[in-house]
């Protein structure tokens, strides 16, 4: 009997509150989903990720190019983006709901001027204006000294940690036609036979921001032997610019979502090498074979997270 009277409270309580709940929320207007859809030039877009900026859930856009998203009142902005096009954004409340995205340039422009990393107000287009944290950080690190360190141009020339001339191994006096073998990994951006104690603009400045951000792909079936710039193959615009990363929600209409970017193939060519015949480099083949990879670590989880 207990448990009748009890069952009964229970069933007049849910009557009740879905009363409330219904007499608040008439069942006319229900929090609808929000519907778009995701299209380029010659019409759908299958398969791109649609999301609320910042936030980490996310939907794939359907053979028509449709997608919904739940409401959400704290976000006003939605991001699509999908490889090969730049990333678009679009208000949340705008009707319809739209997101056109521009294909990425089919062709590199070799011509292409690269920008210098080092903060500047006279160059608005320096990476280190906006990306200060980052810009510490890669100053701080190898990659920003990589074409003039000393123990580097000792190597390089045969000079002493004093600079004198002529005392250790030269590669100048070696193998002088083998410059450009340093070059391919230490300064990817110099011209291949330039002399590394001279490096023009922003090619001094070694594996430096721009040059990574136009990472396109990187190839990995001759690693060890196709050194540095040599396995990656870059995009860069002719006008605008396009910035290459691992974010797919930033809408500036310069950047474009790449899963390369944190895969341990991307570093492969740079830090795997066989030079002169020795096997100089091995640190993507310990990779290869390591416990590490076999959790699902990539190079970056342990090296750039958070970055
Ligand atoms: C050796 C190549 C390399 C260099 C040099 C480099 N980056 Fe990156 N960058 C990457 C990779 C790879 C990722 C993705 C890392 C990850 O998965 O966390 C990344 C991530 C980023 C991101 C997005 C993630 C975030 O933390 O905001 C930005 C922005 C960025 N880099 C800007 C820069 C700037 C600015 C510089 C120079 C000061 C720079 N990068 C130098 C390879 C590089
Ligand atoms: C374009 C070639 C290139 C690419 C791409 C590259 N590296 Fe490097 N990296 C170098 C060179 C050259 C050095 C040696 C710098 C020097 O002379 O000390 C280096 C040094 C390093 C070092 C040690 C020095 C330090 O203090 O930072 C780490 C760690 C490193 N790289 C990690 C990575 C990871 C992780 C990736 C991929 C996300 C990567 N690199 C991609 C060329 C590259
Ligand atoms: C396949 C890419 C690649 C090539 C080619 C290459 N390097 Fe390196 N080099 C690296 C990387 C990556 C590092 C740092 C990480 C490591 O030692 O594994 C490095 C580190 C060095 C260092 C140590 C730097 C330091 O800060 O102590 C010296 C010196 C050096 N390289 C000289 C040379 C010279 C000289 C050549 C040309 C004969 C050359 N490298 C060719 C990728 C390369
Ligand atoms: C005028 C300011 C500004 C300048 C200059 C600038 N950026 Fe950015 N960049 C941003 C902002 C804002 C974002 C959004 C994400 C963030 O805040 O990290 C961004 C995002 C990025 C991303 C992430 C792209 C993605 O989809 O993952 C990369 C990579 C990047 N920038 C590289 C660079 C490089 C390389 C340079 C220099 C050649 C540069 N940026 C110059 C403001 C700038
Ligand atoms: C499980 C985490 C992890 C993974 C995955 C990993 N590393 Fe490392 N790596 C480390 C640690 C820890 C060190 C030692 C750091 C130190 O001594 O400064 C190191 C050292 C290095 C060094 C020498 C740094 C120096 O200052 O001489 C290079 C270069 C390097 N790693 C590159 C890579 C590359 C490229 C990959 C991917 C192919 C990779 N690492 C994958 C954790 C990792």
Request: net charge negative; charged share 20%.
């Amino acid at each position: 009997m207990r448990f009748r009277i009890s069952l009964l409270i229970i069933l007049l309580a849910l009557v009740a509150g879905t009363w409330v709940i219904f007499s608040r929320h008439p069942v006319s207007s229900p929090p609808a989903n929000l519907q778009g859809v995701v299209i380029d030039d010659s019409g759908p877009i299958q398969g791109a990720k649609v999301r609320y900026q910042g936030s980490s859930h996310f939907v794939l856009s359907d053979a028509e190019g449709r997608f919904h998203l739940p409401p959400n009142s704290d976000r006003q902005r939605i991001a699509a983006s999908k490889e090969g096009f730049f990333i678009e954004g679009v208000m949340s409340n705008d009707s319809p709901l739209t997101l056109k995205l521009k294909r990425l340039p089919a062709k590199d422009n070799e011509n292409y001027t690269w920008v210098d990393p080092t903060p500047n107000p006279a160059q608005h287009q320096n990476c280190g204006n906006c990306h200060k944290e980052i810009f510490d950080e890669w100053s701080a690190s190898g990659h920003s000294r990589s074409a003039n360190n000393r123990r580097f141009l000792n190597l390089y020339d045969g000079t002493d940690w004093q600079g004198r001339p002529h005392v250790g191994w030269s590669l100048r006096d070696e193998h002088p036609d083998g410059i450009g073998v340093c070059n391919a990994c230490h300064a990817p951006t110099a011209p291949f036979d330039a002399d590394l104690r001279n490096l023009p603009g922003v090619s001094a400045h070694g594996v430096h921001c721009d040059f990574c951000h136009k990472i396109a792909n990187a190839l990995t079936e001759r690693i060890g032997f196709t050194h540095g710039r040599y396995g990656l193959e870059l995009l860069r615009p002719s006008q605008g610019q396009i910035f290459f990363g691992p974010l797919d929600d930033v809408d500036r209409g310069e950047d474009s979502y790449a899963a390369l970017y944190s895969e341990s193939r991307y570093c492969a060519s740079c830090h795997e090498g066989v030079v002169f015949g020795a096997p100089v480099y091995t640190t993507y083949s310990e990779w290869l074979a390591s416990p590490a990879r076999q959790e699902g670590k990539q190079c970056q989880t342990c090296h750039m997270a958070g970055s």
